[in-house]
């Protein structure tokens, strides 16, 4: 069945009631308001006008679900077993590791599930009410259904309303819908099955006054308006496990698996094949198990992730939890909303059309940046005499202000549109002051919805008067005799350029001006009559970002697809799609989603890229849609209206300077700069992350291999163990600190972005890994053994050859660190030494520790350590450089096949 929002299945549909039957309803007179008795009754049948507080985990449990993790519980079964068996500096060394895995979790996380209380913050904190008759201010969350509050001009919308009386009223609705433009208001009542978005009688809780004045009667309070259920959507809204979590889970389930099976068969085997005791076999599998376990893998992943954190906050975009670094590389679908994410919410004019040619004008927002061209060719603004009479009367008939400082650049004080011509007129060249003081505002008839128009009059300080005039430009063209080239009006040929920009989701002003008698000091609406001169049409939008148009195309060549959700119309949603690059035929709005079932909606939402008059609830269920199929998504968004999905999404990206708090605190990744061309980035350092985990596990898996194959080949042969337990820790722990760490630092592999992306259903052990990783773990085991029976063959003891045999494991480790910082590229690079310094350092450190480990007295007591002569070295050096080339010799076949990712 469709799955409607939840905003229309409310009852009853005060948006579809009349003035009367609303008041009839509630019980209420526009005279009176209710008395406070009655107030009194409501507030304690219906409650504050607040949002109810969020369920939190206390910090105790947030902190215990951190070792909620199979790799977690398979190092401390290990730690466990270490502790029994009395060796009390492995454990230590264990339980360390786990205890810092998660304390770094637990400080990361700490603030994930703050988006209720950002939402409740947003409500208006003071209403002004009608009761008993009088006018009264009260805190906003006591106002109750029935009430009758009264707006003005910036004044932010205390509860959900259903208008009753209106002058000149328009509400920014962007953070509820998506829609950059205020929406003019009205009383009449519209259908029942109206989107939120096209409810031109109501007044929404949250939404923001942008013009004129009205009373509202309180029709939903808290939990029930829509900013409501927007709370209650980010409170029942999942947050999904992310892909590398999943595949960690995955792997550590296996792991677990397989050293289990092998830890049993070792000790049956080693205990009735070879008479080993009790202990000893147990003691063995024991080492097993330190051997295979990779217990520095959760430090360094965490350690590679809080890298790529740091190396994103760089770029403008800040990580609030770490796996969302690496998810990041992985997603396949990026939806994003259109207004202040793809676009500035800022209107610009885009589109001048003067009496005999058209103007292009470049340049978005509020900033006067940019110009104007006429075919491509660059128009000098201050030479054209019919762009600078439109110019001046743009900037003339306006009530608007732009300021401007270093921190915030240009902002807007009024309304976007007036905002927009103002902007178009300093590019012109015209300066408000100068202009305003050539020629004064002597009288104004402001803008009224009746009239359609704003008219300002004027005069040169040389006694002319003249009336400027702009508006909707069906009512202007009534008004207008001729055009500004002194010819007749021809209304047809207008109504067609008209009707080009409007198609190209452009609305249109035009802007005219009338003569008036010498003298003239004063403007009443009888003056407003056919003799105007129009000067031509002004195309507004909030275009898209330059840099997106970029962003979204670096996007699409790495595979990823784009899709705009927005809460704008459909034609305005398509013309903003098509500049951005997306297929925007087909245009999906949130009415038709109503109707289609989860099948349908599913095939629908994977064929289209552009979605219009969407709901917070349509976006979840897109979402869902999506990843129904397999898809991992990223939502990013600014608004209260995205909150829900952002929580939703596979990783939810958030603006930082001009979102919500609710859409932050929602999110994964916060953009400090709101350039969606900062996710393309984004992208590109997730996958040099999980390049790099990759990377990371291409070295430890190996050398857990090698040392747990040393093992049970000791055991199967019945030989001597190679190496002690303690022996193989020391070697995990220090290649894992110094080299294993190094890879974290790892620059990015050629052409990142030139592929598509990872598969959500592809394991994290994928089969060119596993098979490099055999294929390492045989050579690690041929070598260890080959030096171990060397030592023993020239009359060395079982310290001696043990000693060698670690140093052989250890450098086998160091050369190999050349070969896996490339996939399947050849180590012999010239940046081998430059690309990643902290490689050769971190070599550097190794060195020094095996040096102390094999030569220094407390180490060699600790360990059973002896010195080796440098007829060893040779050896265990020789060695390490054939392992070298044979890894090298691997690279080569693979990349003859065509191999360049693993």
């Known amino acids: 069945m469709p799955n409607n929002s939840s905003s229309t299945d409310r009852s009853p549909r005060w948006h579809a009631q009349s003035v009367d039957e609303t008041l009839e309803t509630q019980s209420v007179s526009t005279g009176t308001g209710l008395s406070r008795e009655e107030a009194e009754r409501r507030l304690e049948q219906h409650g504050r006008n607040s949002l109810p507080p969020p369920k939190r985990r206390g910090p105790w449990l947030r902190f215990v679900m951190q070792f909620h993790n199979p790799l977690i519980y398979v190092l401390l079964v290990a730690g466990g077993v270490t502790f029994a068996l009395e060796d009390y500096m492995d454990a230590g060394v264990i339980f360390g590791v786990v205890l810092i895995n998660a304390a770094i979790g637990f400080i990361q996380e700490g603030k994930a599930e703050e988006a209720l209380e950002a939402v409740s913050a947003m409500l208006a904190s003071h209403a002004t009410v009608l009761r008993d008759g009088e006018r009264h201010e009260i805190e906003a969350d006591l106002l109750v259904p029935g009430d009758i509050v009264m707006l003005e001009s910036g004044a932010r919308v205390p509860a959900d309303l259903r208008l009753i009386r209106v002058k000149n009223l328009r509400v920014n609705e962007a953070a509820i819908t998506g829609e950059s433009m205020p929406v003019e208001k009205g009383t009449e009542p519209v259908a029942a099955d109206a989107s939120v978005g096209d409810r031109t009688c109501m007044a929404y809780s949250g939404t923001v006054v942008s013009f004129g004045q009205a009373q509202g009667l309180v029709v939903a309070t808290g939990k029930a308006t829509e900013m409501g259920h927007i709370g209650s959507l980010v409170d029942e809204t999942q947050s999904l496990v992310t892909p590398l979590v999943r595949r960690l889970d995955q792997f550590a389930r296996q792991i677990t698996l397989l050293i289990l099976a092998v830890g049993l068969i070792m000790f049956l085997y080693g205990h009735f094949m070879h008479d080993m005791g009790l202990l000893e076999a147990f003691k063995a599998v024991v080492g097993l198990a330190v051997a295979a376990i990779p217990e520095g893998l959760p430090a360094i992943v965490t350690i590679v992730l809080a890298i790529g954190t740091r190396a994103m906050a760089k770029n403008n975009a800040i990580v609030r939890r770490l796996p969302a670094v690496e998810t990041l590389g992985s997603v396949t679908i990026i939806c994003s909303d259109k207004t202040g994410t793809l676009t500035r919410n800022e209107m610009t004019a885009v589109r001048i059309m003067l009496p005999d040619h058209t103007l292009d004008v470049s340049g978005t927002g509020y900033a006067p940046e940019g110009g ?531």
């Open 372 to 902: 104007f061209q006429r075919d491509g060719e660059a128009v000098d603004a201050a030479q054209d005499d019919a762009l600078q009479a439109l110019a001046r009367c743009a900037l003339l008939c306006n009530d608007a202000q732009l300021k401007h400082d270093d921190e915030t650049g240009w902002t807007l004080v009024g309304d976007p549109t007036e905002g927009a011509l103002l902007s178009f007129a300093r590019k012109a060249g015209l300066d408000p002051q100068d202009a305003a003081d050539e020629m004064p505002r002597i009288d104004e008839i402001p803008f009224e919805s009746e009239n359609r128009f704003m008219a300002t009059l004027h005069h040169d300080h040389q006694g002319h008067a003249f009336v400027l005039l702009k508006g909707a430009p069906e009512r202007v063209l009534d008004l207008c005799e001729q055009d500004a080239g002194s010819q007749p009006l021809d209304r047809a040929a207008w109504e067609t350029r008209m009707d080009e920009a409007a198609g190209e989701g452009q609305r249109v002003l035009a802007l005219a001006r009338a003569d008036m008698p010498a003298g003239t000091t004063a403007l009443s609406i009888d003056d407003i009559t056919k003799r105007f001169t129009l000067l031509g049409l002004a195309g507004l939008i909030d275009p898209p970002r330059e840099e997106a148009i970029k962003a979204v195309a670096e996007c699409q060549s790495a595979g990823l697809r784009v899709k705009m959700i927005t809460g704008d119309h459909a034609i305005t949603a398509a013309a903003i799609g098509q500049q951005l690059g997306l297929n925007a035929d087909n245009v999906l709005t949130g009415e038709t989603v109503e109707t289609l079932d989860d099948a349908t909606l599913q095939r629908r939402a994977l064929e289209t890229d552009v979605f219009a008059r969407a709901s917070p609830a349509h976006k979840l269920r897109l979402m869902t849609a999506l990843q129904d199929q397999g898809e991992l998504v990223a939502m990013t968004g600014d608004g209260v209206n995205d909150a829900p999905a952002l929580k939703g999404a596979n990783i939810g990206v958030a603006m930082g300077r001009k979102g919500t708090d609710a859409a932050r605190e929602a999110s994964d990744l916060v953009l400090t700069d709101d350039n969606f061309a900062t996710i393309a980035r984004a992208v590109r350092e997730g996958r040099v992350v999980f390049d790099n985990i990759k990377k990371s596990l291409l070295f430890i898996l190996p050398t857990n291999g090698g040392e747990a194959g040393v093992i049970l080949l000791a055991v199967f042969a019945g030989l001597a163990l190679p190496v002690t337990a303690g022996q193989i820790l020391w070697v995990n722990m220090v290649t894992a600190v110094t080299l294993a760490l190094a890879l974290a630092f790892e620059p990015a592999e050629a052409g990142v972005m030139g592929r598509p992306p990872r598969p959500p259903s592809e394991p994290l052990i994928t089969r060119l890994l596993a098979i490099r990783i055999v294929y390492v773990s045989l050579l690690m085991i041929a070598v260890t053994f080959a030096v171990f029976q060397w030592e023993l063959a020239r009359g060395g003891s079982i310290d001696l050859a043990r000693t060698a045999a670690v140093n052989m494991l250890v450098v086998g480790e160091l050369v190999y660190l050349f070969n896996v910082r490339r996939f399947t590229a050849t180590a012999f690079r010239r940046d081998i030494f430059s690309g990643n310094p902290v490689a050769i350092w971190m070599t550097l450190l190794l060195i020094v520790f095996q040096i102390l480990f094999t030569y220094a007295p407390p180490m060699q007591a600790l360990f059973q350590t002896v010195p080796l002569d440098m007829t060893s070295w040779w050896i265990i050096l020789g060695l390490g450089l054939v392992k070298f080339i044979a890894v090298e010799a691997e690279k080569t076949v693979l990349r003859h096949f065509g191999v360049q990712n693993m």
